[in-house]
Nanobody
Framework: QVQLVESGGGLVQPGGSLRLSCGASGSIASINSMGWYRQVPGKERELVAD???????NYGDSVKDRFTISRDNAKNMVYLQMNTLKPEDTAVYYC???????????????WGQGTQVTVSS
């Protein structure tokens, strides 16, 4: 059973920083892309950042130059360093990974349970 588990959300003041972590566990043959999405009530889930196995990163326009995504392939981990946080960054952040489970023919998308990030004074 493959699963993603996030940690690191919380309450932070505007201008502050947070670091999110997400680990993939279970019987995994390989992991392709990993990334972070976020969602606020009444809106669609949007891409924050994703990263290929080789380290190529892609960011949403609203977080460029403030957020940094990284991953540790040996540990099946992905991280999101969030700096200069703004109130509009408040959302539930979801970890995503495209994973090929061991003993299966195809890779598929997996999602974490979500972690709340609140930016407020």
């Amino acid at each position: 059973q493959v699963q993603l588990v996030e940690s690191g959300g919380g309450l932070v003041q505007p201008g502050g920083s947070l670091r999110l972590s997400c680990g993939a566990s279970g019987s995994i043959a390989s992991i392709n892309s990993m990334g972070w999405y976020r969602q606020v009530p009444g809106k669609e889930r949007e891409l924050v950042a994703d990263i290929t196995r080789e380290g190529g990163a892609n960011y949403g326009d609203s977080v460029k130059d403030r957020f940094t995504i990284s991953r540790d392939n040996a540990k099946n981990m992905v991280y999101l360093q969030m700096n200069t946080l703004k109130p509009e960054d408040t959302a539930v952040y979801y970890c995503h990974a495209h994973i090929w489970p061991s003993g299966t023919l195809y890779a598929r998308d997996y999602w974490g349970q979500g972690t709340q990030v609140t930016v407020s004074s």
